[in-house]
């Protein structure tokens, strides 16, 4: 406090904060002890991940994007550079109680819209599940690996033998 105005000064004013602010972190760490630790409710874990403290409720936000550049450094003329997004997937997926899970994956690339994956599944424990809905073929197994796991951005030709 300056003695001659009677004002406070700024060094005055932030040690008052500090003061008030350790005050206000002295009477919460009872309170903050006295809680039960919660689960955490959201994250990342492959996709940003809201939840309940039980994890009951879930929903996972995902997206698979794909891009496919090709440009010639020497600009001869007949050869034209492109930029092409091929893959637009954003995915929904999650839980809804105890036993029903789902999952919701549209393709937007290349200009047109598709439904990859749609499907609700009841799981009524980890050896017994029922699914409903729009999924991959279980044949294949280059068919089953998910597009961000796969290492190269085409699959092979004998991916072309089985159905989709």
């Known amino acids: 406090m300056d003695e001659m105005t009677g ?5 005055g004013i932030s040690r008052c904060l500090v003061f008030a ?3 206000v972190v002295a009477a919460a760490s009872p309170v903050r ?16 991940v809201l939840q309940s403290s ?3 409720f879930r929903m996972v936000f995902g997206l698979v994007l794909q891009a496919d550049g090709r440009f010639v450094l020497d600009d001869p003329a007949p050869t034209i550079d492109t ?3 091929r893959k637009v997937r ?10 029903v899970n789902f999952r919701v994956m549209p393709d937007f690339g290349s200009g047109d819209v598709s439904i990859q994956d749609a499907w609700v ?18 044949v294949g197994y280059e068919m089953l690996l998910s597009d961000p796991w796969v290492l190269f951005p085409e699959r092979s030709l004998a991916n072309s033998l089985v159905p989709n």
């Open 7 to 11: 004002r406070l000064s700024l060094s």
């Open 21 to 23: 602010g350790a005050l």
């Open 33 to 48: 002890a006295a809680q039960a630790p919660q689960a955490q409710a959201s994250g990342w874990n492959d996709g940003f």
């Open 54 to 56: 039980d994890g009951d």
């Open 83 to 85: 930029f092409t997004i």
């Open 90 to 99: 954003p995915t929904f997926s999650g839980r809804v109680g105890r036993w």
């Open 121 to 138: 599944e009841l799981a009524f424990s980890p050896a017994m599940r029922v699914r409903a809905g729009k999924d991959k073929a279980p």
